[in-house]
């Protein structure tokens, strides 16, 4: 299950530089393009800090925390066999969307990003989006789906 992890993680990375490499060549000459005019376009934008553009030039600590994330959630897929497949989903949405993003950091010094929906102000790109949603199964899971939060509290003297 770990390779199949692991594999299916860089198919997530391989999607997203696909998609940047188009995005580069046919989006960045033109800049924006109304798909859904008012909600929906794509828009190029060249990302150099984090989440909604916060640290900017702050490109080697990106690329020293995403080697540590990507790091931890390896050995938790081989060193644990954690064998939840909340946690696997999750594991390979965030490995292989910051391996998608840490490519960008690494070639380019900045992120290409391109989805902008009205109703969210930031251009982000499918890595990010891959990202938050793999974050957001990881809490689910470490919240609902083990003793994590318990062993905190006994720790704590809360229980």
């Known amino acids: 299950m770990p390779y199949i992890v692991l594999g299916l993680s860089l198919v997530v990375a391989l999607i997203d530089y ?18 859904i005019p008012g909600l929906f376009s794509l828009t ?6 984090a989440a909604f553009g916060m640290l900017s030039n702050a490109r080697w600590i990106f ?9 931890v959630l390896i ?21 292989g969307g910051g391996i998608g993003n840490l490519i960008d950091r690494i070639f380019y010094g900045f992120v290409v ?15 990010d989006y891959c990202i938050t949603v793999g974050a957001g199964l990881m809490v689910i ?6 003793d994590f939060l318990s062993k905190k509290d006994k720790q704590n003297g809360k229980l």
């Not at 990003?113 to 890595?127: G, H, K």
């Open 75 to 95: 050995y938790f897929i081989f060193k644990k066999r954690i064998t939840s497949k909340l946690f696997n989903i999750s594991a390979i949405l965030i490995i």
């Open 44 to 49: 190029y934008v060249e990302n150099r800090g």
């Open 113 to 127: 990003d391109y989805l902008s929906v009205s109703f969210f102000p930031p251009v982000c790109n499918f890595a």
């Open 63 to 71: 690329i020293v925390f995403t080697f540590i994330v990507i790091a």
């Open 18 to 35: 696909i998609i940047k490499i188009l995005v580069l060549n046919n989006l960045k000459p033109i800049g924006s393009l109304a798909v």
């Open 141 to 146: 899971y470490l919240i609902f789906f083990t």
